[in-house]
């Protein structure tokens, strides 16, 4: 069973810059779930969907960002216009909607340097 | 508010040395808490969770950890540190339950010396 992947593993992008991440859940999970982790900080939840609805979006920092999961599957996470703060490593995971698991599978990330 | 304290940021062992791992928590309710441990290039796993029942509780790769309500701790423990443990490992906690959002600590890096 293939893991959730994340796209690309880096990015370095200008200020100002427009920048899309993508994220492939693991087949079937209904939940999907980005966080941010700001160098030297604590991993921070940034937004929760259930299928194609957003559960949870109050992690979002600012209009800047807009996450879609059209299909409730694969996700992206844009960040329009970028700035330096964005900087970061964000990942990305899932889990099923049910069951006792209540274990959320994380991708490696995508480090996104903007500059 | 919640939040969630790991007081150590790095911490160097010896192999087949114990290791504890500190994690406090601040949240009223019964908390959903985590142990997630990520290797470099890779993502976060799952070590283990505690949400009910048996406040000592197993995970993969050895570990351990205990629910202590009155502290309102969740240590990781190992009594044995293999060289393969070095990593980052981060406390978390679903405040709203299960498949919610999870609160993260800050993260340990654990570094092993021969």
């Known amino acids: 069973e293939a893991g959730v992947t994340q796209f690309p593993s880096h990015s370095v992008i200008e200020k100002g810059q427009t920048v899309t991440l993508r994220c492939d859940p693991i087949?079937?999970?209904?939940?999907l779930y980005w966080y941010r982790r700001v160098m030297g900080k604590e991993i921070k939840f940034l937004l929760h969907?259930?299928?194609?609805?957003?559960?949870?979006e109050s992690g979002m920092p600012n209009n800047r960002f807009l996450a879609e999961r059209t299909g409730g599957t694969y996700s992206t996470l844009k960040v329009q216009p970028a700035e330096l703060e964005d900087s970061g490593v964000y990942f990305c995971a899932s889990s099923p909607w049910t069951g006792e698991s209540y274990e959320q599978y994380f991708g490696p990330g995508t480090r996104l340097t903007v500059t | 508010a919640q939040s969630v304290t790991q007081p150590d940021i790095h911490i160097t062992v010896s192999e087949g040395a114990s290791l504890e791992l500190r994690c406090n928590y601040s949240y009223g309710a019964t908390p959903y808490l985590f142990w997630y441990v990520q290797s470099p290039g890779q993502g976060l796993q799952l070590l283990l969770k505690y949400f009910s029942g048996d406040t000592l509780v197993q995970g993969i790769k050895g570990f351990e950890a205990e629910f202590k309500r009155s502290q309102s701790s969740f240590n990781l423990r190992k009594p044995s540190v293999h060289w393969s443990d070095a990593a980052e490992y981060f406390c978390?906690?679903?405040?709203?339950?299960?498949?919610?959002?999870?609160?993260f600590g800050a993260g340990t890096r654990l570094a092993v010396h021969p």
């Open positions: 969907f259930v299928k194609e609805s957003k559960q949870d």
């Open positions: 087949s079937g999970h209904d939940n």
């Open positions: 978390a906690v679903a405040p709203s339950g299960g498949y919610n959002k999870l609160i």
